[in-house]
């Protein structure tokens, strides 16, 4: 069992910047590919950003340059900085938990997730 616990969403400004961290128990951290999904109204679960336990990362092409993940193993917390938020980037945003290295940004890669953060960015 692994639990995720997402936090930092909010609502902010076009332009602005937000960090979402994710706390992960259970499973030893250090061997999890960990993940960041959105889901938008009315639309489909999409990947944003991966990283796998041997550090590989995946950055879907609309947040390339703008977002970044970084993970720190001694405190079992996956980050998700975003910066130059546009209102597109509005959405509930999932942290999950893989225990494979390939194929990151398929969601069925992923046996846990969190219970998603709103982030709303406002024009």
């Known amino acids: 069992q692994v639990q995720l616990v997402e936090s930092g969403g909010g609502v902010v400004q076009a332009v602005g910047a937000l960090r979402l961290s994710c706390a992960a128990s259970?499973?030893?951290?250090?061997?999890?590919?960990m993940g960041w999904f959105r889901q938008a109204p009315g639309n489909e679960r999409e990947p944003v950003t991966a990283?796998?336990?041997?550090?590989?990362?995946y950055y879907a092409d609309s947040v390339k340059g703008r977002f970044t993940i970084s993970r720190d193993n001694t405190k079992n917390t996956v980050y998700l900085k975003m910066n130059s938020l546009k209102p597109e980037d509005t959405a509930v945003y999932y942290c999950?938990?893989?225990?494979?290295?390939?194929?990151?940004?398929?969601?069925?890669?992923?046996?846990?997730w969190g219970q998603g953060t709103q982030v709303t960015v406002s024009s």
């Open positions: 259970g499973r030893t951290f250090s061997r999890n590919t």
């Open positions: 999950a938990a893989s225990p494979y290295t390939g194929y990151i940004y398929l969601p069925e890669r992923y046996d846990y």
């Open positions: 990283i796998s336990w041997v550090d590989n990362t």
